[in-house]
C-alpha cells in the first residue's frame, strides 16, 4: 500500500531551477500565495511515455473536499521536469514499485511556501485520496522547512497511521485506492522564507 524508493543517479538529473519558474496557483482560497504550481497529462505505452497538450485537471468535490468539482487549468511542465518525470515513471515500473502496464499519467510540479506571516499548506483538502491508482510524490528539495510531515492511514482503518518526512530524493509510492494521505502544515524553521518542492505523478491503468 505504501513504499518508499531511494533515487540515486537519476536524482542528479533533477530540474531544481525550474522550480523558480512556477506561477501562482490561482484557485486557492487564501490571500497569501503559498503553492505555485505547473501541470501536465500524457500516458505511457509500450514503455514510452507521450505528453499531450492537454493541462486541465478535474476532481469531484467528493475525493477534494477544497476545491473539488472545479476544472482547473495550469501552465504546463517544463520539457527538462518533463524528460525528468520521464526517467522516473521508468524508475518506478522497473524497480516494481509500479507493475508493468500501459497507463494514464498526471504530474503535478508544486512549490509550497511559507514565511512568517503565513504557513504553507501542502494538502489543504485534509486526508484525502486522489482518484487514480498509484500515487507517487517524490521530493526535490527542502529549505527551512519545519512540519509538512506526510501522513498515510488505510481506507478501512484509520487509527492505523504512518508517519513519515519525505526527504529530496526519495519517492512514496501509494496505492490510491487503498490508502488516503495528507501533508501537515509547514512553517519557516528558522525565521524568513521556506519552501518545498515536489512533483507528484498520478497513475492509472488505460482502461479498454
Not at 512540519?147 to 501522513?151: D, H, V, W, Y
Not at 526519495?170 to 509510492?173: L, R, T
Given at each position: 500500500m505504501v513504499d518508499i524508493l531511494e533515487l540515486q543517479e537519476e536524482f542528479k538529473f533533477a530540474p531544481f531551477n525550474s522550480f523558480n519558474q512556477l506561477k501562482a496557483d490561482n484557485y486557492l482560497k487564501s490571500k497569501s500565495v503559498f503553492r505555485r504550481r505547473a501541470y501536465s497529462i500524457g500516458s505511457i505505452t509500450n514503455?514510452?511515455?507521450n505528453w499531450k497538450e492537454d493541462t486541465t485537471f478535474l476532481q469531484s468535490e467528493e475525493l477534494n473536499r477544497y476545491i473539488g468539482g472545479v476544472i482547473r487549468h495550469f501552465e504546463p511542465l517544463l520539457m527538462e521536469s518533463k524528460n525528468y518525470?520521464?526517467?522516473i515513471v521508468h524508475r518506478l515500473i522497473k524497480s516494481a514499485k509500479i507493475p508493468?502496464?500501459?497507463y494514464e499519467i498526471g504530474c503535478h510540479q508544486i512549490r509550497i511556501s511559507a514565511e512568517n506571516d503565513?504557513?504553507?499548506y501542502p494538502a489543504p483538502e485534509g486526508f484525502h485520496r486522489d482518484?487514480?491508482?498509484?500515487?507517487?510524490?517524490?521530493?526535490v528539495s527542502l529549505n527551512n522547512v519545519n512540519?509538512?510531515?506526510?501522513?498515510v492511514r488505510p481506507i478501512d482503518d484509520e487509527d492505523h497511521l504512518l508517519e513519515h518526512v519525505l526527504m529530496p530524493g526519495?519517492?512514496?509510492?501509494l496505492d490510491d485506492r487503498e490508502v488516503e494521505h495528507y501533508v501537515t502544515p509547514m512553517t519557516p524553521k528558522l525565521p524568513g522564507a521556506a519552501h518545498r518542492d515536489i512533483f507528484v505523478i498520478t497513475i492509472s491503468h488505460i482502461k479498454e
Open positions: 514503455s514510452r511515455l518525470i520521464e526517467s508493468q502496464d500501459d503565513f504557513n504553507g482518484g487514480f491508482d498509484y500515487i507517487a510524490i517524490h521530493c512540519g509538512a510531515i506526510s501522513l526519495q519517492v512514496m509510492v
